[in-house]
């Protein structure tokens, strides 16, 4: 965290702590066995939320190494399905949200992952799914829940 705020990061995506509301990244968290987690103070740094069940490496890339297996080669029309769940059931329960996909050229990149993307896209669509870039989606939360530093280190 530290890094990225010195060279002007706004936002980021890898933290995994929220399904879909961004949230603002902490400092690091103190952790001792012996005493109750202590959370880090709160920064101007924006996590935006991903989850691997929404990344499309896990379940189209088959990996093989000596210690195990990640079987990917998913059938494409079931992972469209648990993808189009995922946005109905954050719209169902969230007043405002952001579902994050990640596509990646080598996996979704393929004839019959590339049919399915565009069936994706069309599906958001009909359900009112509005499509921002990070940035956008960081300077909304932003203004949503402005970073102060005197709120955010009394916590």
Not at 7 to 30: C, I, K, Q
Not at 123 to 142: C, P, S, T
Request: aromatic residues 12%; contains cysteine; negative net charge.
């Amino acid at each position: 965290m530290e890094l990225l705020l010195r060279h002007g990061f706004v936002y980021e995506s890898n933290l995994m702590g929220n399904d879909y509301t961004p949230y603002r990244a902490r400092t690091p968290d103190t952790i001792d066995i012996q005493k109750p987690l202590k959370f880090g103070d709160a920064t101007p740094l924006i996590e935006i939320p991903v989850s691997w069940s929404l990344d499309d490496a896990p379940h189209f890339e088959l990996v093989r190494t000596p210690n195990w297996v990640q079987p990917g080669l998913m059938n494409a029309t079931n992972v469209l399905e648990n993808w189009v769940h995922d946005f109905l059931y954050m719209a169902d329960t969230t007043a405002w949200g952001a579902v994050t996909y990640t596509f990646h050229p080598y996996c979704t990149g393929r004839g019959h992952r590339m049919i399915v993307l565009e069936k994706l896209i069309q599906q958001l669509i009909r359900k009112d799914a509005v499509f921002l870039r990070m940035d956008e989606l960081a300077g909304e939360y932003d203004e949503q829940a402005p970073f102060s530093r005197a709120v955010h280190a009394a916590r």
